[in-house]
């Protein structure tokens, strides 16, 4: 059966998630390069969502990975966390690195929403929270990386019993082909896999 997207979609029960778009993950001063050339292909996309979604009356949330300058609560077990300890710039609180890419503006009713810990944005937040008190049963979730926290994202999501959809275009891995192959294989079994294009009518 196919699934009706304006109900799943629909705006009352909906939030727009971004996942790490900041100047330092994705961006000019990114210490991860390769995954920053294939996300500049998402960027214009995950900003006509945003677009989208406050036209909509759709909540916005970004959520961002911090480290504070000394390292004070950060993960160190797992080589992705020991490789940003040394990387340069470090999403310091504040920075222009932990900033949000300057393609995509941060509005007023935007929550932007920092964690020093974990891969998710559950982890460590009060997304979970703050998602119950405004009523969504809904997400779409944006941004990078597919390899780790986009699917680590979906996973916590749905294990929170969230639905979770994810716009293929608004997202980015690397390689790509390894990307395309988790959308496909992975994350299209767990969540509702589609195009900007198809939120964007649902919510037009």
């Known amino acids: 059966m196919p699934i009706d997207l304006k109900q799943l979609l629909a705006p009352g029960h909906t939030a727009l998630v971004t996942q790490e778009i900041q100047r330092g993950v994705i961006g000019d001063l990114s210490a991860l390069p390769e995954l920053a050339k294939e996300a500049g292909k998402a960027i214009p996309f995950i900003a006509k969502l945003v677009d989208a979604a406050r036209a909509a009356g759709v909540p916005v949330i970004h959520a961002t990975a911090e480290r504070r300058a000394d390292g004070f609560g950060a993960n160190t077990n ?24 300057p393609e995509i503006e941060v509005a007023d009713s935007d929550l932007v929403l920092p964690r020093l810990h974990g891969i998710s944005p559950f982890q460590g937040t009060e997304l979970d929270f703050i998602l119950r008190n405004l009523g969504v049963t809904t997400l779409v979730g944006v941004g ?23 716009p293929r275009d608004a997202v980015a891995g690397t390689p790509p082909e390894y990307a395309e192959q988790v959308l ?19 919510w037009s």
């Open 184 to 202: 496909q294989y992975t994350l299209r079994n767990i969540a509702t896999v589609v195009t900007s294009d198809d939120v964007i009518a649902a």
């Open 78 to 101: 797992a080589r992705l966390f020991q490789y940003m300890a040394k990387a340069e710039p470090k999403l310091i609180p504040g920075s222009d690195a932990a900033a949000i890419v």
């Open 144 to 166: 990078v990386s597919v390899n780790v926290a986009i699917t680590n994202f979906a996973f916590d999501a749905v294990n929170a019993s969230y639905q979770m959809v994810i």
